[in-house]
């Protein structure tokens, strides 16, 4: 036995509706399903007696999505609450999510207008490695969580489906 896939990512967030502003928003993801999760199944599967939560599940318009329908999910714990954790990048357990851009000049200049937090003063050139030629830069969203544009160097595959390469129309 063995995994074939991947489902999705998820992001525990603090405030549900500040997050799919952010998301959506600003970054341009659509909201696939939402929804409230307040049952025995739900507790059961957190591990939180009447555990309550807020679920979103987004996804990037246009690109490959897998049999989820989604990409990335977002979680508020209504019940039980938790404290923030400190979620910077070199601390174990950290979570780190890129996206794809074609033009990350454009967008790093539209986010910061918007004031998104960036890790570098601009794109950061990569001048070695598989990704030698693209630009790439961390940046946060509202609880701190890393996010990533990375614009690949041109000619680069998008990535492979049954061990073919794809490249972006």
Excluded at 58 to 83: D, K, M, T, W
Excluded at 95 to 107: C, M, N, Q, S, V
Excluded at 155 to 162: A, C, H, K, T, Y
Aim: glycine residues 10%; hydrophobic residues 40%; contains cysteine.
């Amino acid at each position: 036995m063995g995994f074939n896939g991947v489902w999705h990512a998820s992001f525990t967030v603090k405030n549900l509706e500040a997050s799919l502003e952010f998301y959506c928003g600003l970054l341009g993801l659509e909201l696939y399903h939402q929804q409230v999760q307040h049952n025995e199944y739900t507790a059961k599967l957190v591990g939180y007696p009447d555990a309550h939560l807020k679920v979103a599940m987004l996804r990037i318009p246009n690109a490959f999505v897998g049999p989820s329908g989604h990409h990335l999910e977002l979680v508020e714990y209504v019940h039980p609450a938790g404290e923030p954790t400190d979620v910077s990048t070199n601390r174990p357990g950290a979570p780190h999510l890129a996206f794809i851009t074609d033009d990350i000049h454009a967008d790093y200049a539209r986010l910061a207008a918007a004031g998104v937090r960036f890790k570098a003063p601009a794109p950061v050139a990569i001048e070695q490695g598989v990704n030698q030629g693209g630009f790439t830069v961390y940046f946060l969203d509202p609880d701190d969580i890393t996010l990533e544009m990375l614009q690949p160097p041109a000619g680069r595959p998008w990535g492979s489906l049954n061990g073919v390469e794809v490249h972006r129309p």
